[in-house]
């Protein structure tokens, strides 16, 4: 018996003087849970204000760092508090549970992912990486750990509203004294905002409006907020309505309904609690009829907001604002538009049914993972309809589809979207918590209430839209923030883990949570060099901007050497070409030694592409690279690298099968391989799924031109202004094919040209020699005219005004005029 007690003295002991040791280490007036507070409330208030100034950083990536700075800070924190005090306190909740396995799905695709460096951390800045979603994870949890009373829900509220306000006054400012104002190098444009994308602050906008609009249904009475929330709601609304984000006004239309229809039900609750306290004293109380009663209960200003959010809102076509009225066919959205002086703004997003489409497609082949996380762009290139190519996005790459959420069905597997529904699932149920809290007292509904509506809502743009850091990381924040105030009010259980004084939980939990604190700081280092890492490849970026190649293979080099990326090692591999196409023209070096040169060059250039597609083999992108190498190499005369060049193109084809860009360079390498004939079918079939792609068109007119089928050239052409009528290029380009047939219709095409762009001076050269040869000599020297306008230095024009005056051949006296197919388009072969 001593000696169990004298053990047990000896652990107690030990167990003391180790939490004495921690205590030391891990001061409690520091690793507390008001320092997370703290750290919490920054990421409320600052995130949507933060970013660095100049052009290094991209306001979005820099927003990511400053996340992840906070969020490892406080895990951090957290974790050391936790083995400082020997228990771990957790709320009971299916939705946090629900997340944890989502986290481990990330993971589990990542690692069965084809490419698992961009799986896991992809640019560093990524919202579909491993990466990513686990710093949103650890910020919900430390939500629902450290905001667990209502002064503390209260503040959060404070540092979000606060934030909103600041945004609000800056964008006024810059209303008022233009975009100039305090743009810091970074928001140079009208639609440009600290928040994120224009879009984004109209979702945050929305988020602050609902708790304004909340805060001031459930405490009328209060003369303190009453002005600043009117003024605030009124800022807000003004906002929303210069924005003009459509998909959000569907949101707003739900959830200010759902403020609606709660003051309705209390309303009749109340109404009804009158009544039966009325009968029961034996009192006369007068029964309204039920449409004047619902009126009585409506709240004056959400309801006002209730009604433009439903002229707004796109249930039909733009909406009822949108219809024309009047006998100027104005609408309600254009008049407010105009009278604000919005700037107009769109975003392109992928259709629902598009979005569906790839997704479904996705889980048929990759049922378990997906295409793994951050690979959105991979089954979007597979599944891409040809109607893509008839955009200016042809040749774009979404990263994400409809909204981020369904994103995440494609990218994490069939396990990974059941996990999504539990979670949307397990969100709806906290709402009948919220429900049973509106009979506790007033303080306690308006914070559940109002919790679950700001929670919601945030998530409903997260599955509707693709909204950046700050927008998205509000919802995991107040995610975190409701199952914290449902544990306070003990709604929600909390279950307390003790690992001290010799718990068998020790063995688990306390090796768990070093390894914690090793990750925090182990992801610290790894954000070092992400940074360091981007900001060299923009520093690179810089550099061959302004043809500085040295500068750039150097900062290429660094950038690479920090966090190893296959666009870093595809851009090393481009520099080295480009270097080699600077040696072919210097003419200074012997052959020796420009040989030598060009064999280090060359590679340097395949071992690049190389180290590019085993870092992602699925990115076509490496393989056309890989295959620009061998092509260059094809053009220089070197023998037997065209079925090299052809087999990276053919792959890079496989991945994506409707790229006009890779059958273009597929019917190069045929050209520099002899098959004129397969050049031609490739350029074919880029233009069937692009008929406007110069590059492509030109390259097929020189082939037919010179094999003399003027009318097959011509068709192409015709088939490009078909798809793209207003580019004036391809109206030279037809006129200019005439031009050479002699066909007076090269006088309509020219015209057209010049009517697109004024400015054009080759179009007015040869619209000149088009009258000319019409006999319209007055018509021919007025374009000559506006020749030597545009073109003052030139000193064959005046002599062909001369000569056109005088009754001449427009070249007399001058060599005569060399036209070749080759002049028609800029790019091809």
Do not use: C
């Given at each position: 018996?001593?000696?169990?007690?004298?053990n047990?003295?000896?652990?107690?002991?030990?167990?003391?003087?180790t939490?004495?040791?921690?205590?030391?280490v891990?001061?409690?007036?520091?690793?507390?849970d008001?320092?997370?507070?703290w750290?919490?409330?920054?990421v409320?208030?600052?995130?949507?204000?933060f970013f660095?100034?100049?052009?290094?950083?991209?306001?979005e990536f820099?927003?990511?760092?400053?996340?992840?700075?906070?969020?490892?800070?406080?895990?951090?924190?957290?974790?050391?508090?936790?083995l400082?005090?020997?228990?771990v306190?957790?709320p009971?909740?299916?939705?946090?549970?629900?997340?944890?396995?989502?986290?481990?799905?990330?993971?589990?695709?990542?690692?069965?992912?084809?490419?698992?460096?961009?799986?896991?951390?992809?640019?560093?800045?990524?919202?579909?990486?491993?990466?990513?979603?686990?710093?949103l994870?650890?910020?919900?949890?430390l939500g629902?750990v450290?905001?667990?009373n209502?002064?503390?829900?209260?503040?959060?509220?404070?540092?979000f509203?606060a934030?909103?306000?600041?945004?609000?006054l800056?964008h006024?400012l810059?209303?008022?004294?233009?975009?100039?104002?305090?743009?810091?190098g970074v928001?140079?444009?009208?639609?440009?905002?600290?928040?994120?994308?224009?879009n984004?602050?109209?979702?945050l906008?929305?988020?602050?409006?609902?708790?304004?609009?909340?805060?001031?249904?459930?405490f009328?009475?209060?003369?303190?907020?009453?002005?600043?929330a009117l003024v605030?709601?009124?800022?807000?609304?003004?906002?929303?309505?210069?924005?003009?984000?459509?998909?959000?006004w569907?949101?707003?239309?739900?959830?200010?309904?759902?403020?609606?229809?709660?003051?309705?039900?209390?309303?009749?609750?109340?109404?009804?609690?009158?009544?039966?306290?009325?009968?029961?004293?034996?009192?006369?109380?007068v029964?309204?009829?039920?449409?004047?009663?619902i009126?009585?209960?409506?709240?004056?200003?959400?309801?006002?907001?209730?009604v433009?959010?439903?002229?707004?809102?796109?249930?039909?076509g733009d909406?009822?604002?949108?219809?024309?009225?009047?006998?100027?066919?104005?609408?309600?959205?254009?008049?407010v538009s105009?009278?604000f002086?919005?700037?107009?703004?769109?975003?392109?997003?992928?259709?629902?049914q598009?979005t569906?489409?790839?997704?479904?497609?996705?889980?048929?082949?990759?049922?378990?993972?997906?295409?793994?996380?951050?690979?959105?762009s991979?089954?979007?290139?597979?599944y891409?309809m040809?109607?893509?190519?008839?955009?200016?996005?042809?040749?774009?790459?979404f990263e994400?589809?409809?909204?981020?959420?369904?994103?995440?069905?494609?990218?994490?597997?069939?396990?990974?979207?059941?996990?999504?529904?539990?979670?949307?699932?397990?969100?709806?149920v906290?709402?009948?918590?919220?429900?049973?809290?509106?009979?506790?007292?007033?303080i306690?509904?308006?914070?559940?209430?109002?919790?679950?509506?700001?929670?919601?809502?945030?998530?409903?743009?997260?599955?509707?839209?693709?909204?950046?850091?700050t927008?998205?990381?509000?919802?995991?924040?107040?995610?975190?923030?409701l199952?914290?105030?449902?544990?306070g009010?003990?709604?929600?259980?909390?279950?307390?883990a003790s690992?001290?004084r010799?718990?068998?939980?020790?063995?688990?939990?306390?090796?768990?949570?070093?390894?914690?604190?090793v990750?925090?700081?182990?992801?610290?280092?790894?954000?070092?060099?992400q940074?360091?890492?981007?900001?060299a490849f923009s520093?690179a970026?810089?550099?061959?901007?302004?043809?500085?190649?040295?500068?750039?293979?150097?900062?290429?080099?660094?950038a690479?050497?920090?966090?190893?990326?296959?666009?870093?090692?595809?851009?090393?591999?481009?520099?080295?070409l480009?270097?080699l196409?600077?040696l072919?023209?210097?003419?200074?070096?012997?052959?020796?030694?420009?040989?030598?040169?060009?064999?280090?060059?060359?590679?340097?250039?395949?071992?690049n592409?190389?180290?590019?597609?085993?870092?992602?083999?699925?990115?076509f992108?490496?393989?056309?690279?890989?295959?620009?190498?061998?092509?260059?190499?094809?053009s220089?005369?070197?023998?037997?690298?065209?079925?090299f060049?052809?087999?990276?193109?053919?792959?890079?084809?496989?991945?994506?099968?409707?790229s006009?860009?890779?059958?273009?360079?597929?019917?190069?390498?045929?050209?520099?391989?002899g098959?004129?004939?397969?050049?031609?079918e490739?350029?074919?079939?880029?233009?069937l799924?692009?008929?406007?792609?110069?590059?492509?068109?030109?390259?097929?007119?020189?082939?037919?031109?010179?094999?003399?089928?003027?009318?097959?050239?011509?068709?192409?052409?015709?088939?490009g202004?078909?798809?793209?009528?207003?580019?004036?290029?391809l109206?030279f380009?037809l006129?200019?094919?005439?031009?050479l047939?002699?066909?007076?219709?090269?006088?309509?095409e020219f015209?057209?040209?010049?009517?697109?762009?004024?400015?054009?001076?080759?179009?007015?050269?040869?619209?000149?020699?088009?009258?000319?040869?019409?006999?319209?000599?007055?018509?021919?020297?007025?374009?000559?005219?506006?020749?030597?306008?545009?073109?003052?230095?030139?000193?064959?024009?005046?002599?062909?005004?001369?000569?056109?005056?005088?009754?001449?051949?427009?070249?007399?006296?001058?060599?005569?005029?060399?036209?070749?197919?080759?002049?028609?388009l800029?790019?091809?072969?």
């Amino acid at each position: 018996m001593s000696d169990e007690h004298q053990n047990n003295g000896s652990q107690m002991s030990a167990s003391t003087l180790t939490k004495m040791l921690l205590g030391k280490v891990f001061h409690p007036r520091i690793f507390s849970d008001r320092v997370l507070l703290w750290i919490l409330l920054a990421v409320g208030f600052l995130l949507p204000l933060f970013f660095i100034s100049g052009r290094l950083i991209a306001p979005e990536f820099a927003k990511m760092i400053f996340l992840e700075m906070l969020v490892l800070l406080a895990t951090f924190f957290w974790a050391a508090g936790r083995l400082r005090d020997g228990h771990v306190d957790i709320p009971k909740s299916f939705l946090l549970l629900v997340s944890v396995f989502l986290v481990l799905q990330f993971v589990a695709a990542a690692f069965a992912s084809p490419a698992p460096i961009v799986s896991f951390i992809g640019s560093g800045y990524d919202l579909g990486t491993v990466n990513s979603f686990t710093v949103l994870f650890l910020l919900m949890f430390l939500g629902s750990v450290v905001l667990t009373n209502r002064d503390r829900i209260l503040m959060l509220y404070a540092a979000f509203l606060a934030s909103g306000i600041l945004v609000m006054l800056y964008h006024l400012l810059r209303q008022f004294f233009g975009t100039g104002f305090l743009d810091f190098g970074v928001f140079t444009s009208a639609v440009a905002t600290p928040v994120g994308k224009w879009n984004d602050l109209a979702a945050l906008l929305g988020g602050v409006v609902l708790l304004v609009l909340t805060t001031r249904y459930f405490f009328p009475q209060n003369k303190v907020f009453r002005i600043p929330a009117l003024v605030i709601f009124l800022v807000g609304l003004f906002f929303l309505l210069s924005v003009n984000f459509k998909a959000l006004w569907i949101i707003l239309v739900v959830f200010s309904g759902m403020l609606v229809v709660l003051s309705v039900y209390e309303g009749e609750w109340e109404h009804k609690r009158r009544l039966r306290a009325a009968r029961e004293a034996g009192e006369h109380h007068v029964h309204a009829p039920l449409h004047r009663r619902i009126r009585g209960h409506l709240p004056p200003i959400a309801t006002i907001f209730l009604v433009i959010a439903l002229l707004y809102a796109p249930f039909m076509g733009d909406g009822l604002a949108g219809v024309p009225w009047g006998k100027d066919s104005a609408t309600i959205s254009g008049t407010v538009s105009k009278t604000f002086g919005a700037a107009p703004y769109s975003e392109v997003i992928l259709t629902p049914q598009f979005t569906f489409d790839i997704v479904r497609n996705t889980l048929v082949e990759s049922p378990l993972f997906g295409t793994g996380p951050n690979r959105f762009s991979s089954a979007y290139l597979k599944y891409k309809m040809s109607v893509v190519n008839q955009t200016p996005f042809w040749d774009s790459a979404f990263e994400f589809g409809l909204g981020r959420v369904p994103t995440y069905f494609g990218t994490t597997g069939i396990i990974g979207t059941i996990l999504w529904i539990l979670f949307v699932i397990f969100l709806f149920v906290k709402g009948r918590k919220v429900f049973a809290l509106l009979a506790k007292d007033r303080i306690a509904a308006y914070l559940g209430f109002s919790l679950f509506l700001l929670t919601l809502y945030f998530w409903s743009i997260a599955f509707f839209y693709l909204p950046g850091v700050t927008v998205f990381s509000l919802a995991f924040l107040f995610t975190g923030a409701l199952i914290a105030f449902l544990t306070g009010e003990g709604v929600v259980g909390r279950y307390r883990a003790s690992f001290g004084r010799g718990s068998r939980l020790s063995l688990v939990l306390t090796p768990v949570v070093i390894v914690v604190l090793v990750g925090t700081v182990s992801s610290g280092v790894l954000l070092y060099r992400q940074v360091s890492s981007a900001m060299a490849f923009s520093e690179a970026q810089i550099a061959a901007g302004v043809n500085d190649i040295d500068l750039a293979e150097t900062e290429l080099t660094r950038a690479n050497s920090f966090a190893e990326r296959d666009v870093y090692l595809r851009a090393m591999s481009g520099l080295s070409l480009a270097k080699l196409q600077r040696l072919s023209l210097d003419t200074t070096l012997s052959p020796e030694e420009a040989a030598a040169r060009a064999q280090v060059l060359i590679e340097d250039a395949r071992v690049n592409s190389e180290k590019a597609i085993k870092l992602d083999p699925t990115n076509f992108e490496n393989y056309v690279q890989y295959g620009n190498v061998f092509d260059t190499l094809a053009s220089f005369g070197v023998q037997n690298t065209v079925p090299f060049a052809r087999d990276n193109y053919e792959q890079a084809l496989r991945l994506n099968p409707k790229s006009p860009r890779v059958l273009f360079f597929l019917a190069h390498v045929e050209f520099v391989g002899g098959d004129r004939v397969k050049a031609k079918e490739y350029l074919n079939r880029a233009l069937l799924e692009r008929p406007n792609f110069l590059e492509a068109l030109s390259f097929l007119v020189q082939l037919e031109a010179q094999d003399g089928n003027s009318a097959v050239a011509i068709t192409a052409v015709q088939n490009g202004i078909k798809a793209e009528p207003t580019s004036f290029i391809l109206h030279f380009a037809l006129g200019y094919l005439y031009f050479l047939e002699n066909n007076p219709s090269a006088v309509t095409e020219f015209e057209s040209a010049i009517a697109l762009n004024p400015s054009y001076a080759n179009a007015k050269y040869f619209l000149g020699l088009s009258y000319a040869r019409l006999d319209r000599i007055a018509d021919a020297v007025a374009q000559f005219e506006g020749v030597q306008t545009l073109n003052p230095d030139n000193e064959e024009v005046p002599i062909i005004i001369q000569n056109l005056k005088s009754g001449k051949d427009p070249f007399f006296g001058l060599p005569p005029l060399s036209t070749s197919s080759s002049d028609v388009l800029p790019g091809g072969g």
